[in-house]
């Protein structure tokens, strides 16, 4: 199969996920809208509401921000944190363009120009981030629905619904299974002679490196359901008991917006996904509502990190190496 052919069968796959999921959600918005009107499910306070939760989701970048600087003095890179964070924060918005990785490429890039990090660290930090921000979101979940447990109608036809703790156990465990494994096969001598085996094998997180990082990760998703949290005040008469739910559902609609191709920013792949979660938590129109309130308040957020990275001092220019 051609390159040129498989790169333009990939973006239709992306634009084919895409428009499943924002079809599922117009659909849905379709059949709540025949029941009641926009005002009902959707109040005007919603909207207040998603600008409060704004600051709260934005304040997630500060711990990403935490947890790279951990990272790349793993790798060798011993950085301020304040300049850690300008690069991401300038860099974040990027993450809306087509093909959903111009955040990276812009931080690599950045970093490079600004920071004089190694482009090969750089990537490497990278690619520890977003496998380690997965891990840390599915122990956030697995903890809240052990300690929460609750129904999801969308996996009950499966015969998954009561399995599906043990099915995000699983996962987890795999995802440890294999980091073992990749640290132990780096400590022998018996490393395959394949090009670029060694640079994955060097890029791939210590224990320690994990140990320390994670927490800023698992952080990073009880934030966001506290985020998530204020945007159902608005649309409840009581949000007792729903933190848990709340923030292991947003945990995995991230999940699975990261790993499912889809449209820039997960967009439509998360609001879907985060329906289906909270199905049997919540009503359908107050769920509806919380998945569009979110995009919103998270475009908020994207916005004001932007800012906040104009707003931080720029670092000393450095010498470019040799």
């Known amino acids: 199969m051609a390159p040129g052919f498989r790169r333009w069968l990939w973006i239709a796959l992306r634009l084919l996920v895409a428009a499943a999921c924002i079809a599922y959600l117009a659909r849905q918005v379709y059949e709540v809208s025949r029941e009641m009107s926009l005002v009902e499910w959707l109040p005007a306070s919603a909207f207040l509401f998603a600008c409060l939760a704004a600051p709260v989701f934005a304040a997630t970048a500060w711990l990403l921000a935490q947890a790279w600087r951990v990272l790349l003095r793993a790798l060798g890179q011993d950085v301020r944190l304040s300049a850690l964070a300008r690069t991401l924060f300038l860099t974040q918005p990027a993450k809306y363009?087509?093909?959903?990785?111009?955040?990276?490429?812009?931080?690599?890039?950045?970093?490079?120009?600004?920071?004089?990090?190694?482009?090969?660290?750089?990537?490497?930090?990278?690619?520890q981030e977003g496998a380690l921000l997965c891990l840390a979101a599915m122990l956030t979940a697995l903890a809240c629905v052990m300690l929460q447990p609750w129904p999801i109608p969308s996996l009950a036809s499966t015969g998954w619904e009561s399995g599906a703790p043990w099915l995000l156990a699983a996962a987890i465990a795999a995802g440890l299974l294999a980091l073992a494994v990749v640290n132990a096969w780096r400590r022998s001598r018996h490393v395959p002679r394949v090009r670029g085996m060694r640079?994955?094998?060097?890029?791939?997180?210590?224990?320690?490196?994990?140990?320390?990082?994670?927490?800023?990760?698992?952080?990073?998703?009880?934030?966001?359901?506290?985020?998530?949290?204020?945007?159902?005040?608005?649309?409840?008469?009581?949000?007792?008991?729903?933190?848990?739910?709340?923030?292991?559902?947003?945990?995995?609609?991230?999940?699975?917006?990261?790993?499912?191709?889809?449209?820039?920013?997960?967009?439509?792949?998360?609001?879907?996904?985060?329906?289906?979660?909270?199905?049997?938590?919540?009503?359908?129109?107050?769920?509806?509502?919380?998945?569009?309130?979110s995009r919103l308040s998270m475009t908020l957020a994207d916005a004001l990190i932007f800012l906040s990275g104009l707003a931080l001092p720029k670092p000393p220019q450095l010498t470019s190496p040799a």
């Open 199 to 293: 640079w994955l094998l060097d890029a791939a997180p210590s224990w320690p490196t994990t140990l320390r990082a994670s927490p800023w990760y698992m952080a990073t998703s009880l934030l966001n359901g506290a985020g998530l949290m204020l945007l159902a005040l608005p649309l409840l008469d009581s949000t007792s008991g729903l933190f848990l739910p709340l923030t292991a559902a947003f945990a995995l609609s991230w999940v699975i917006g990261f790993v499912v191709p889809g449209a820039p920013g997960g967009l439509g792949v998360r609001e879907a996904a985060l329906v289906l979660l909270l199905e049997g938590v919540l009503p359908r129109e107050t769920v509806l509502a919380i998945a569009l309130m």
């Open 97 to 127: 363009l087509p093909g959903n990785i111009g955040h990276h490429v812009g931080r690599v890039a950045l970093a490079r120009r600004t920071l004089q990090i190694p482009v090969g660290t750089c990537i490497a930090s990278l690619m």
